[in-house]
């Protein structure tokens, strides 16, 4: 009989290995990332949100500034240092958020004992991603706080699908 109990902290990232959130990362690159896009891309994942009466935040910034914020009914102040947590995530590593807190566990480890980054400060956990335009590199970062990690991931990604399909 085979052992089929997850790997410890592996139930609570979905099950992800650490090349499938890369594969992810590959395949969701932007063909550009103007504040006009950002802007699209935050009406994508406000809308998916909305409609399922989500009680998010939203931010996406570029290398420099906030681009687009929006905090729906049920989210609270509390997501606004998820969000900075998980920025500065993706924006010292160049990956997702989720993914940071899978690779390290992937070998046995986790995020905050492999970097010694403080946990105040940096969250490894789902729903930061890298915006990555093709042929330039990461040019911003996309947040989503307010589910469990892994919703806050899937968010993100099936709002920048949705986008890509319509761009």
Do not use: C
Not at 12 to 30: A, H, I, R
Not at 62 to 71: G, I, N, P, T, W
Not at 96 to 113: D, I, K, N, Q, W
């Amino acid at each position: 009989m085979t052992d089929t109990t997850p790997a410890p902290g592996h139930e609570t990232t979905g099950g992800f290995s650490p090349d499938e959130l890369l594969s992810q990362e590959e395949s969701l690159v932007l063909p550009s990332f103007t504040r006009d896009d950002a802007i699209d891309l935050g009406l994508a994942v406000l809308t998916l949100a909305s409609e399922r009466s989500l009680p998010v935040v939203i931010e996406i910034r570029d290398l420099e500034q906030v681009l687009f914020r929006a905090a729906l009914p049920g989210s609270s102040v509390a997501n606004d240092s998820w969000i900075a947590r998980k920025t500065r995530v993706v924006e010292e590593f160049g990956h997702s958020s989720l993914y940071e807190r899978v690779r390290f566990e992937a070998v046995g480890t986790t995020f905050g004992a492999a970097t010694g980054l403080p946990e105040a400060e940096y969250a490894a956990h789902g729903g930061g991603f890298p915006l990555v335009v093709e042929g330039v590199g990461r040019q911003g970062v996309m947040v989503v706080s307010g589910l469990p990690q892994v919703s806050d991931h899937e968010l993100v990604v099936e709002a920048i699908r949705a986008y890509l399909e319509t761009s």
